[in-house]
């Protein structure tokens, strides 16, 4: 499988009497703007995806809603094991559910970083990859998702990923 894991985008600063609901903060309107850009540099690496999962959380919804629109990615699909919290074998037995050839994971941090650890790795204790908002990583894994079998391909800043928009 190939596994996408991407970052959510910029989103606004944690402030309990806007957002009382952490989950309801969304992107800000430069970080949506800049995902887009991303987004466009991403397709142009991976024009196709099967299926996108997301945490409902709205900054990463928001960011999934880009990869639709603007990677022609599909719909996302709402996740829990994608909220903060999970533990990666959560998100691994989702995934031995689809048997797809490629997914992408729209999450957080620090709960990518520690499902990256855990495919390649096997260890979730471990910060092996520092994922910037609206970064991608991009994993191949059996469909048995065996912790410590995952192979890196390639970790991208949001940075890289504009400046390979043709826009």
Known sequence: MDLYLVRHGVAFDRNA?????????????????????????????VPRVELVLSSSFTRAWQTATILQHVAHWPPPISCEALE??????????????YQLASVALVGHEPDLHVLAAHLLAGEHGA???AFKKGGVAHITIGKDMLPGTGEL????????LRALNPA
């Open 17 to 45: 009497e806007r957002w009382p609901d952490d989950r309801e903060r969304p992107l800000t309107a430069e970080g949506a703007e800049r995902f887009r850009s991303a987004a466009r540099g991403l397709r142009r690496l």
């Open 84 to 97: 903060s919290g999970h533990a990666p074998e959560d998100i691994a037995e989702v995934l031995r559910r």
């Open 127 to 129: 910060p092996l990859l």
């Open 153 to 160: 391909q390639w970790l991208l800043t949001p940075k890289l």
